[in-house]
Protein backbone atom coordinates (compact mmCIF):
# COMPACT_ATOMS: atom_id res chain seq x y z
CA UNK A 1 0.00 0.00 0.00
CA UNK A 2 0.97 3.56 -0.88
CA UNK A 3 0.20 6.33 1.64
CA UNK A 4 0.83 9.61 1.45
CA UNK A 5 1.09 12.19 4.37
CA UNK A 6 3.30 14.45 3.49
CA UNK A 7 0.34 17.11 2.45
CA UNK A 8 2.45 19.93 4.58
CA UNK A 9 5.60 19.49 2.34
CA UNK A 10 3.24 19.63 -0.88
CA UNK A 11 -0.43 18.23 -1.86
CA UNK A 12 -1.01 16.14 -5.62
CA UNK A 13 -2.49 18.20 -7.99
CA UNK A 14 -5.56 17.80 -8.41
CA UNK A 15 -6.85 16.29 -11.97
CA UNK A 16 -9.44 19.08 -12.40
CA UNK A 17 -6.50 21.52 -11.68
CA UNK A 18 -4.74 19.63 -14.91
CA UNK A 19 -7.41 19.42 -16.87
CA UNK A 20 -8.06 23.25 -16.60
CA UNK A 21 -4.27 23.65 -17.39
CA UNK A 22 -3.92 21.88 -20.29
CA UNK A 23 -5.61 23.42 -22.91
CA UNK A 24 -3.76 27.11 -21.52
CA UNK A 25 -0.24 25.56 -22.07
CA UNK A 26 -1.74 24.40 -25.52
CA UNK A 27 -3.59 27.45 -26.89
CA UNK A 28 -2.78 30.60 -24.51
CA UNK A 29 0.94 30.56 -25.49
CA UNK A 30 0.77 34.57 -26.54
CA UNK A 31 3.04 36.45 -23.93
CA UNK A 32 0.78 38.52 -21.50
CA UNK A 33 2.75 41.76 -22.09
CA UNK A 34 2.15 41.29 -26.29
CA UNK A 35 0.22 43.82 -27.63
CA UNK A 36 -1.74 41.47 -30.37
CA UNK A 37 -4.42 38.94 -30.16
CA UNK A 38 -2.31 36.05 -28.48
CA UNK A 39 -0.94 38.66 -25.90
CA UNK A 40 -4.41 39.99 -25.21
CA UNK A 41 -5.67 36.63 -24.51
CA UNK A 42 -3.22 35.61 -21.83
CA UNK A 43 -3.93 38.62 -20.42
CA UNK A 44 -7.57 38.56 -19.85
CA UNK A 45 -6.94 34.77 -18.32
CA UNK A 46 -4.26 36.61 -15.61
CA UNK A 47 -6.51 39.80 -15.01
CA UNK A 48 -9.65 36.76 -14.57
CA UNK A 49 -7.44 34.73 -12.30
CA UNK A 50 -6.60 37.72 -10.15
CA UNK A 51 -9.87 39.13 -9.87
CA UNK A 52 -10.88 35.53 -8.38
CA UNK A 53 -8.59 35.50 -6.15
CA UNK A 54 -9.19 38.72 -4.63
CA UNK A 55 -12.81 37.74 -4.27
CA UNK A 56 -12.37 34.82 -2.41
CA UNK A 57 -10.04 36.97 0.27
CA UNK A 58 -12.17 39.49 -0.21
CA UNK A 59 -9.50 41.79 -1.43
CA UNK A 60 -9.00 44.02 -4.29
CA UNK A 61 -7.67 42.63 -7.54
CA UNK A 62 -5.11 45.51 -7.13
CA UNK A 63 -3.93 44.18 -3.97
CA UNK A 64 -3.06 40.93 -5.56
CA UNK A 65 0.63 39.73 -7.04
CA UNK A 66 1.53 36.58 -8.76
CA UNK A 67 4.76 35.46 -7.38
CA UNK A 68 6.93 32.03 -7.68
CA UNK A 69 5.11 30.86 -4.92
CA UNK A 70 5.40 31.56 -0.91
CA UNK A 71 9.33 31.82 -0.20
CA UNK A 72 9.30 34.30 -2.64
CA UNK A 73 6.04 35.92 -1.50
CA UNK A 74 7.37 36.21 2.10
CA UNK A 75 10.68 37.26 1.25
CA UNK A 76 8.97 40.47 -0.65
CA UNK A 77 7.01 41.49 2.40
CA UNK A 78 10.38 41.59 4.52
CA UNK A 79 12.30 43.23 2.06
CA UNK A 80 10.06 45.47 1.00
CA UNK A 81 9.19 46.93 4.14
CA UNK A 82 12.56 48.12 4.80
CA UNK A 83 13.53 49.27 1.65
CA UNK A 84 10.47 50.86 1.37
CA UNK A 85 8.40 51.65 3.96
CA UNK A 86 11.00 52.65 6.57
CA UNK A 87 10.60 49.50 8.56
CA UNK A 88 13.68 49.51 11.57
CA UNK A 89 11.97 46.70 13.77
CA UNK A 90 11.01 43.41 13.16
CA UNK A 91 8.64 40.97 15.58
CA UNK A 92 9.12 37.61 14.42
CA UNK A 93 8.85 34.28 16.18
CA UNK A 94 11.86 31.68 16.52
CA UNK A 95 9.40 29.16 14.80
CA UNK A 96 8.32 30.68 11.65
CA UNK A 97 8.90 29.08 7.81
CA UNK A 98 12.55 29.63 6.86
CA UNK A 99 11.35 31.79 4.30
CA UNK A 100 10.29 34.37 7.01
CA UNK A 101 13.03 33.35 9.93
CA UNK A 102 16.24 33.23 7.68
CA UNK A 103 15.18 36.35 5.63
CA UNK A 104 15.05 38.32 9.19
CA UNK A 105 18.26 37.27 10.33
CA UNK A 106 19.69 38.62 7.11
CA UNK A 107 18.14 42.00 7.03
CA UNK A 108 19.46 42.18 11.09
CA UNK A 109 23.02 41.55 10.00
CA UNK A 110 23.18 43.22 6.76
CA UNK A 111 20.48 46.39 6.99
CA UNK A 112 20.79 46.84 11.07
CA UNK A 113 17.15 46.51 11.35
CA UNK A 114 16.31 45.45 14.64
CA UNK A 115 15.08 42.25 15.33
CA UNK A 116 12.85 41.26 18.50
CA UNK A 117 11.99 37.66 19.40
CA UNK A 118 8.63 37.21 20.83
CA UNK A 119 8.27 34.17 23.01
CA UNK A 120 5.80 31.12 22.10
CA UNK A 121 4.83 28.70 24.66
CA UNK A 122 6.00 24.95 24.63
CA UNK A 123 2.68 24.14 21.93
CA UNK A 124 3.76 26.58 19.82
CA UNK A 125 1.26 29.57 20.01
CA UNK A 126 2.91 33.26 20.71
CA UNK A 127 2.33 34.72 23.99
CA UNK A 128 0.45 37.65 23.02
CA UNK A 129 1.52 39.63 26.28
CA UNK A 130 5.09 39.44 25.33
CA UNK A 131 4.16 40.71 21.54
CA UNK A 132 2.47 44.21 23.46
CA UNK A 133 5.66 44.11 25.29
CA UNK A 134 7.68 44.20 22.61
CA UNK A 135 5.31 46.69 20.71
CA UNK A 136 5.32 49.20 23.38
CA UNK A 137 8.88 49.13 24.21
CA UNK A 138 9.63 49.72 20.06
CA UNK A 139 7.08 52.27 19.66
CA UNK A 140 9.22 54.94 18.34
CA UNK A 141 10.59 52.48 15.85
CA UNK A 142 8.66 51.86 12.90
CA UNK A 143 7.51 47.65 13.21
CA UNK A 144 7.00 45.03 10.79
CA UNK A 145 5.29 41.98 12.84
CA UNK A 146 5.70 39.02 11.10
CA UNK A 147 3.80 35.52 12.26
CA UNK A 148 2.30 32.81 10.50
CA UNK A 149 -1.17 31.42 10.54
CA UNK A 150 -0.34 27.58 11.34
CA UNK A 151 3.15 25.89 11.78
CA UNK A 152 4.02 24.13 9.39
CA UNK A 153 5.72 21.40 11.46
CA UNK A 154 2.88 21.15 14.45
CA UNK A 155 -0.12 22.99 13.06
CA UNK A 156 -0.36 25.79 16.15
CA UNK A 157 -2.82 28.60 15.01
CA UNK A 158 -2.27 32.12 15.53
CA UNK A 159 -5.49 34.27 16.10
CA UNK A 160 -4.88 36.45 13.77
CA UNK A 161 -7.63 39.06 14.38
CA UNK A 162 -6.05 39.55 18.28
CA UNK A 163 -2.71 40.47 16.32
CA UNK A 164 -3.89 42.51 13.70
CA UNK A 165 -5.68 44.25 16.45
CA UNK A 166 -2.59 44.43 18.57
CA UNK A 167 -0.43 45.84 15.54
CA UNK A 168 -3.36 48.61 14.64
CA UNK A 169 -3.06 49.88 18.47
CA UNK A 170 0.61 50.58 18.01
CA UNK A 171 0.79 50.99 14.34
CA UNK A 172 2.56 48.26 12.94
CA UNK A 173 2.56 46.70 9.94
CA UNK A 174 1.62 42.85 9.99
CA UNK A 175 2.31 39.95 7.78
CA UNK A 176 1.27 36.43 8.26
CA UNK A 177 2.02 33.63 6.16
CA UNK A 178 -0.78 31.89 4.93
CA UNK A 179 0.86 29.44 3.14
CA UNK A 180 -0.37 26.56 4.90
CA UNK A 181 -3.99 27.66 5.85
CA UNK A 182 -5.21 29.34 2.73
CA UNK A 183 -7.50 27.24 0.84
CA UNK A 184 -8.02 25.63 4.35
CA UNK A 185 -9.60 27.95 6.13
CA UNK A 186 -11.72 31.35 4.62
CA UNK A 187 -9.58 33.96 5.26
CA UNK A 188 -10.89 37.76 4.42
CA UNK A 189 -8.42 40.24 4.41
CA UNK A 190 -10.90 43.28 5.25
CA UNK A 191 -12.27 41.67 8.14
CA UNK A 192 -8.97 40.84 9.68
CA UNK A 193 -7.52 44.01 8.94
CA UNK A 194 -4.54 43.33 7.32
CA UNK A 195 -1.35 44.39 5.59
CA UNK A 196 0.40 41.55 3.85
CA UNK A 197 -0.51 37.28 3.44
CA UNK A 198 1.09 35.29 1.74
CA UNK A 199 -0.18 31.98 -0.57
CA UNK A 200 1.63 28.99 -2.23
CA UNK A 201 -0.82 26.87 -4.83
CA UNK A 202 0.89 23.58 -4.48
CA UNK A 203 -0.43 22.90 -0.68
CA UNK A 204 -3.87 22.80 -1.61
CA UNK A 205 -3.94 20.59 -4.70
CA UNK A 206 -2.54 23.63 -6.78
CA UNK A 207 0.60 23.42 -9.08
CA UNK A 208 4.03 24.17 -7.95
CA UNK A 209 6.29 27.70 -7.94
CA UNK A 210 3.33 29.58 -7.89
CA UNK A 211 1.65 31.96 -5.42
CA UNK A 212 0.89 35.43 -4.38
CA UNK A 213 1.23 38.24 -2.14
CA UNK A 214 -1.60 40.11 -1.12
CA UNK A 215 -0.64 43.82 -0.03
CA UNK A 216 -3.02 46.34 1.15
CA UNK A 217 -3.97 49.17 -1.25
CA UNK A 218 -2.87 51.70 1.43
CA UNK A 219 0.62 50.47 1.04
CA UNK A 220 2.71 51.26 -1.68
CA UNK A 221 6.21 48.59 -2.67
CA UNK A 222 8.30 48.60 -5.09
CA UNK A 223 9.58 45.35 -6.98
CA UNK A 224 11.68 43.10 -5.33
CA UNK A 225 12.47 41.39 -8.73
CA UNK A 226 13.18 43.90 -11.68
CA UNK A 227 13.46 43.59 -15.16
CA UNK A 228 10.20 44.31 -16.75
CA UNK A 229 6.59 46.29 -16.27
CA UNK A 230 5.00 42.74 -14.48
CA UNK A 231 2.27 42.69 -12.27
CA UNK A 232 2.15 46.49 -12.31
CA UNK A 233 5.42 47.14 -12.28
CA UNK A 234 5.82 44.92 -9.26
CA UNK A 235 6.83 41.38 -9.83
CA UNK A 236 9.29 41.41 -13.53
CA UNK A 237 8.95 38.23 -15.38
CA UNK A 238 7.20 36.62 -18.15
CA UNK A 239 3.95 35.60 -15.91
CA UNK A 240 3.31 32.00 -15.36
CA UNK A 241 0.35 32.01 -16.66
CA UNK A 242 -0.98 27.76 -16.67
CA UNK A 243 0.53 28.25 -13.32
CA UNK A 244 -1.97 31.08 -12.38
CA UNK A 245 -4.99 28.92 -13.86
CA UNK A 246 -3.87 25.97 -11.99
CA UNK A 247 -3.98 28.15 -8.77
CA UNK A 248 -7.17 29.29 -9.21
CA UNK A 249 -8.93 26.37 -10.19
CA UNK A 250 -7.61 24.93 -6.76
CA UNK A 251 -8.66 27.92 -5.14
CA UNK A 252 -11.90 27.36 -6.83
CA UNK A 253 -12.45 23.90 -5.94
CA UNK A 254 -10.90 24.05 -2.05
CA UNK A 255 -13.66 27.19 -1.52
CA UNK A 256 -16.06 24.96 -3.44
CA UNK A 257 -15.81 21.89 -1.23
CA UNK A 258 -14.14 23.43 1.85
CA UNK A 259 -16.14 22.15 4.65
CA UNK A 260 -16.33 18.72 3.46
CA UNK A 261 -12.80 18.59 3.09
CA UNK A 262 -12.46 20.06 6.49
CA UNK A 263 -14.96 17.59 8.01
CA UNK A 264 -13.28 14.99 6.33
CA UNK A 265 -9.50 15.74 7.24
CA UNK A 266 -10.13 16.16 10.71
CA UNK A 267 -12.34 13.07 11.03
CA UNK A 268 -8.97 11.82 10.06
CA UNK A 269 -6.53 13.65 12.23
CA UNK A 270 -8.86 12.68 14.94
CA UNK A 271 -8.88 9.35 14.26
CA UNK A 272 -5.07 8.68 14.17
CA UNK A 273 -4.45 10.11 17.32
CA UNK A 274 -7.24 8.06 18.87
CA UNK A 275 -5.73 5.00 17.12
CA UNK A 276 -2.34 5.56 18.54
CA UNK A 277 -2.80 6.23 21.62
CA UNK A 278 -4.75 2.95 21.40
CA UNK A 279 -1.54 0.98 20.31
CA UNK A 280 0.72 2.99 22.10
CA UNK A 281 -0.30 4.65 25.65
CA UNK A 282 3.21 6.54 25.93
CA UNK A 283 3.03 8.52 22.62
CA UNK A 284 2.46 12.28 23.04
CA UNK A 285 1.76 15.17 19.95
CA UNK A 286 3.79 18.10 20.06
CA UNK A 287 1.81 21.14 19.89
CA UNK A 288 -2.08 20.80 20.57
CA UNK A 289 -3.15 18.58 17.89
CA UNK A 290 -6.94 18.90 19.40
CA UNK A 291 -6.84 22.25 20.35
CA UNK A 292 -6.27 25.69 18.06
CA UNK A 293 -4.44 23.32 15.36
CA UNK A 294 -4.17 23.09 11.51
CA UNK A 295 -6.42 20.27 11.26
CA UNK A 296 -4.46 18.99 7.94
CA UNK A 297 -1.10 18.47 10.47
CA UNK A 298 -0.55 15.91 13.25
CA UNK A 299 3.23 15.92 14.90
CA UNK A 300 3.61 12.85 16.71
CA UNK A 301 6.54 12.56 19.55
CA UNK A 302 7.35 9.16 19.73
CA UNK A 303 8.49 6.64 22.53
CA UNK A 304 12.48 6.02 22.33
CA UNK A 305 13.23 2.87 20.41
CA UNK A 306 16.36 1.42 18.61
CA UNK A 307 15.47 2.39 14.80
CA UNK A 308 15.51 6.50 16.06
CA UNK A 309 16.46 7.86 13.15
CA UNK A 310 15.77 5.23 11.00
CA UNK A 311 11.97 5.55 11.45
CA UNK A 312 11.41 8.20 8.61
CA UNK A 313 12.79 5.66 6.53
CA UNK A 314 11.78 2.19 8.08
CA UNK A 315 8.28 3.83 6.88
CA UNK A 316 9.13 4.71 3.70
CA UNK A 317 9.78 0.94 3.22
CA UNK A 318 6.43 -0.01 4.31
CA UNK A 319 4.86 2.87 1.21
CA UNK A 320 4.23 5.54 3.71
CA UNK A 321 5.74 8.89 3.31
CA UNK A 322 5.87 11.31 6.46
CA UNK A 323 8.04 13.86 7.41
CA UNK A 324 10.60 13.91 10.43
CA UNK A 325 8.75 16.84 11.84
CA UNK A 326 10.91 19.47 10.61
CA UNK A 327 11.39 21.66 7.50
CA UNK A 328 8.93 20.75 4.11
CA UNK A 329 12.00 19.91 2.33
CA UNK A 330 13.79 17.53 4.45
CA UNK A 331 12.72 13.81 5.62
CA UNK A 332 14.79 14.14 9.23
CA UNK A 333 13.90 15.33 12.17
CA UNK A 334 17.30 16.43 13.03
CA UNK A 335 18.01 20.48 13.58
CA UNK A 336 14.15 21.07 13.38
CA UNK A 337 14.61 24.52 14.67
CA UNK A 338 10.74 24.66 15.67
CA UNK A 339 10.98 21.18 17.68
CA UNK A 340 14.38 22.36 19.31
CA UNK A 341 12.82 25.87 20.11
CA UNK A 342 9.80 24.03 22.13
CA UNK A 343 12.56 21.81 24.06
CA UNK A 344 10.79 19.06 22.76
CA UNK A 345 12.87 15.85 23.58
CA UNK A 346 15.04 15.49 20.27
CA UNK A 347 16.12 11.87 21.73
CA UNK A 348 12.88 10.79 20.64
CA UNK A 349 11.60 10.37 17.10
CA UNK A 350 8.83 12.65 16.12
CA UNK A 351 7.31 12.81 12.86
CA UNK A 352 5.12 14.84 11.37
CA UNK A 353 1.78 13.33 9.52
CA UNK A 354 0.00 15.64 7.60
CA UNK A 355 -3.43 14.84 5.22
CA UNK A 356 -5.27 15.84 2.50
CA UNK A 357 -8.86 14.90 1.07
CA UNK A 358 -6.96 12.03 -1.03
CA UNK A 359 -6.31 10.43 2.45
CA UNK A 360 -8.65 7.47 3.82
CA UNK A 361 -9.57 5.58 6.91
CA UNK A 362 -8.05 2.77 5.07
CA UNK A 363 -4.69 4.59 5.05
CA UNK A 364 -4.47 5.62 8.64
CA UNK A 365 -5.20 1.95 9.66
CA UNK A 366 -2.44 0.47 7.55
CA UNK A 367 -0.16 3.31 8.77
CA UNK A 368 -1.32 2.69 12.64
CA UNK A 369 -0.49 -1.32 12.23
CA UNK A 370 2.80 -0.12 10.39
CA UNK A 371 4.29 1.61 13.09
CA UNK A 372 2.58 -0.85 15.76
CA UNK A 373 4.57 -3.20 14.10
CA UNK A 374 8.15 -1.24 13.44
CA UNK A 375 7.90 -0.68 17.38
CA UNK A 376 7.40 -4.64 18.16
CA UNK A 377 10.34 -4.99 16.41
CA UNK A 378 12.71 -2.63 17.45
CA UNK A 379 11.37 -1.93 21.22
N1 LIG B 1 5.75 29.22 4.31
C1 LIG B 1 5.29 28.09 4.89
C2 LIG B 1 4.58 28.16 6.19
C3 LIG B 1 5.47 26.86 4.26
O1 LIG B 1 5.03 25.75 4.85
C4 LIG B 1 6.15 26.83 3.04
C5 LIG B 1 6.37 25.50 2.42
O2 LIG B 1 7.25 25.15 1.77
C6 LIG B 1 6.60 28.04 2.46
C7 LIG B 1 6.38 29.21 3.14
C8 LIG B 1 7.31 28.09 1.14
O3 LIG B 1 6.43 28.05 0.07
P1 LIG B 1 6.97 27.65 -1.40
O4 LIG B 1 7.25 26.19 -1.35
O5 LIG B 1 5.84 27.97 -2.32
O6 LIG B 1 8.15 28.50 -1.68
Known sequence: MKVYLDNAATTPIDPEVVEAMIPVMKESYGNPSSIHNFGRKSRAIIEKARKKVAFYINAAPSEIFFTAGGTEA??????????????????????????????????????????????????????LNHLEELLEENKELKTLVSLMHANNEIGSLLPLKKVSDLCRKFEAYFHSDTVQTMCHYRIDVRELDIDFITCSAHKFHGPKGVGFLYVNENIQINPMITGGAQERNMRAGTENIHGIVGLIKAMEIAHRDMSEHEKHIKRLKYYMVEQLQKVMPEITFNGDPLGDSL???????????????????????????????????????????????????????????????????????????????????TV
Open 74 to 127: DNMVLRSAIDDLGVNHIITSQIEHHAVIDTAEIMNEKKGVKLSIVKVDDKGFVD
Open 295 to 377: YTVLNVHFPNSEMDEMFIYNLDIEGIAASGGSACSSGSNVGSHVLNHLGVDMDRPSIRFSFSKYNTKEEIDYTVKVIKELFAV
